[in-house]
């Protein structure tokens, strides 16, 4: 009997630790990643080093022909990237936009398919 309560303990104190550490990941992650839900998934920017990242997570169900660009406020800048290409259902598309500094940015993603332009939020 007392076997099996240290097991249940121990297992469950490892449970706690995994659960910490991936909430404590989950926080360092959002803090630097900035997204917003749009056009059936999550449009995301990242200032990284040298660049800017641009992500789209596809949640829609359906195949999206889409294409990135990054927009910089101060000075206003817009830099394109390699074109449009497909973002199929329950992948994440990137793009790393090698630019350098511009301050606060944002991915402009223009969907073919509904002919909309959806902006992520500010880096």
Known sequence: M??????????????LAVLAGGVVGASSASATTK???????????????NGYNASFYNLS??????????ICIH???????????WSNPGTRSTYFFAVGSWGQCYVAMYDYGTGQWYNSPRS
């Open 75 to 85: 000075p206003e800048k817009r830099f394109g990237d390699n074109g449009s290409f």
């Open 35 to 49: 997204c917003y839900d749009r056009d059936g998934g999550q449009l995301c920017v990242e200032y990284i080093n």
């Open 61 to 70: 169900g359906q195949a999206k022909h889409v294409d990135f660009n990054l």
């Open 2 to 15: 007392k076997i099996k309560a240290k097991r249940a303990i121990a297992t469950g104190l490892s449970t």
